[in-house]
């Protein structure tokens, strides 16, 4: 992964003159637990990757550490934030609006902070929706409910009727929290307060289940979300195993990555296929899944197959595309296409197979985070608060080589992470279940 230099440069609205609340304010903390400036990530994750920019002579990229500033740009007592949940739920959602609203309230002074209700509609007059006043008392039982206090939607909003609003509502800091298309969106809210020449800084806290944001190691939500994925696989296997020829199918989400099927796979080992957008399958031939099933069924009399939703895709390639709201493809159901195959093919073959398929997509996605995700969330929530205060802007905050940082929204806006089939985790999911390649011709893959 090479990036430029350039493409680590924090925006900030102006220079941070107000010294920070912080200080000596964390009883038992350190008195000095503030992050300079010069305290930088290195971009690198492996050592070619360094050596690429010593031997072009170029400066070794590297991100700003997250973190609380000595100087702060808002003053407290004047300012006001909103935060605002886009897109799909995830588990984790309310952990960080409760983060970002006690750090801003008991760190920091502020006193007007502002639930932008219903993701980017809540920012249109027309819609009616309310506001939220945001205190440490309306969020102090949020964290066991899952989904988002908040709501949330899809759907194209005007960027300018966004951006009146929060003038409107004389906002400082505006925290967002959502995944690909949030992005998008809060980089051109950014970039209409610029060409307003308004100090507004916006904040990203990347979010999905599907954990492919470009330059984010892992995204809160998908750690909860492979925990209760275990669950449906566990089920599937059991399913699976109590009758002859049994098979156990079970769809994920993951449009585009197949991380959550690939990490679930291997979290509970009961999968003997797993199918994820970004590896080639075939459904007929010598090699194909079919052929493939078919030889582990008659094997071991029972088979368990974990298949990304955005997986196997190319079999739908002669119907019509269709968009969500938001401009995403719908994607067409991969799992009940895969159960009425698999049942053809054996019908055919006259092999009595006993298929149960579970689809736990939403279920996982809106349940409350788990105490990993829960602890994440926190840090994720602090930084981001800090972040803002400091007066920076267009940024996500990301945790990248173990640590957390700021990235600029442009270097990862438009761009996705994905499985790679060389790297690790997919040759362990190739060890655990077996499968082989799955398509006829295995040089291609
Ligand atoms: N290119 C874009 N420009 C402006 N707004 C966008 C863009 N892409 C998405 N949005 C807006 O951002 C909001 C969230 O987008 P979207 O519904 O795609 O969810 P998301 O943030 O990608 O989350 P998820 O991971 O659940 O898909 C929507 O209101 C959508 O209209
Ligand atoms: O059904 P919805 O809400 O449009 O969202 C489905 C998509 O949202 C995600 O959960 C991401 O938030 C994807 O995994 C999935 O494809
Ligand atoms: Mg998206």
């Not at 902070?113 to 219903?118: M, S």
């Not at 300018?160 to 992005?183: K, P, Q, Y």
């Not at 002669?318 to 019908?347: H, M, R």
């Not at 007066?391 to 994905?418: C, D, F, Q």
Request: a neutral charge.
């Amino acid at each position: 992964m090479i990036i430029d230099s350039k493409e680590t440069k924090i925006q900030i609205l102006g220079e941070p003159r107000i010294p920070s609340p912080l200080s000596g304010k964390i009883k038992g903390g350190y008195t000095n637990r503030f992050v300079s400036e010069d305290e930088r990530i290195i971009c690198a994750v492996e050592k070619k990757d360094i050596q690429h920019y010593l031997d072009n002579n170029l400066e070794i990229p590297s991100f700003e550490k997250a973190g609380p500033r000595e100087k702060i740009y808002f003053d407290p007592s004047k300012l006001k934030c909103a935060i605002v949940t886009c897109g799909g739920l995830c588990p984790g959602l309310n952990d960080i609006i409760r983060s970002v609203v006690l750090e801003l309230h008991h760190c920091y002074g502020v006193r007007n902070i502002y639930g932008i209700k219903y993701g980017l509609q809540g920012f249109m007059p027309e819609y009616g929706h309310d506001v939220v006043d945001l205190t440490p008392g309306t969020v102090s039982n949020i964290l066991d409910m899952g989904g988002t206090i908040l709501g949330s939607s899809r759907g194209t909003q005007d960027i300018g009727g966004v951006v009146d609003c929060l003038e409107r509502m004389n906002t400082g800091i505006l925290f967002m929290v959502g995944g690909d298309g949030t992005l998008m969106a809060a980089n051109k809210i950014a970039d209409e307060i610029n060409s307003r020449n308004l100090k507004i800084s916006v904040i990203v806290i990347p979010k999905t289940i599907d954990n492919d944001i470009y330059l984010v190691s892992k995204t809160f939500g998908f750690d909860t979300a492979v925990d209760i994925a275990t669950n449906a696989i566990k089920g599937a296997h059991n399913e699976a195993a109590g009758y002859p020829y049994g098979i156990g199918l079970i769809k994920l989400m993951g449009r585009h990555a197949g991380f959550l099927a690939a990490t679930a796979a291997l979290a509970q080992q009961d999968a003997n296929f797993v199918l994820i957008p970004e590896i080639e399958m075939d459904l007929h031939g010598e090699s194909g899944f079919l052929c493939s099933l078919e030889k582990r069924l008659i094997e071991r009399k029972h088979a368990v197959i974990v298949v990304a939703e955005g997986a196997g895709q190319k079999f739908f390639s002669d119907q019509k595309t269709e968009y969500d709201p938001s401009g995403n493809i719908k994607l067409k159901d991969i799992g009940v296409f895969l159960k009425n195959e698999i049942i053809a093919w054996f019908k055919e073959k006259n092999i009595p197979v006993s298929l149960k398929y579970i689809d736990p997509s939403y279920m996982i996605r809106s349940l409350p985070a788990n105490a990993n995700d829960s602890v994440f969330c926190g840090f994720l929530g602090r930084d981001a608060v800090h972040a803002g205060m400091a007066g920076k802007t267009k940024l996500l905050v990301s945790h990248w080589n173990n640590n957390y940082v700021h990235i600029p929204m442009e270097a990862s806006a438009g761009k996705r992470k994905n499985v790679d089939p060389q790297g690790k985790l997919w040759q362990s999911v190739l060890e655990a279940t077996g499968q082989g390649c799955l398509v006829n011709d295995c040089n291609t893959n």
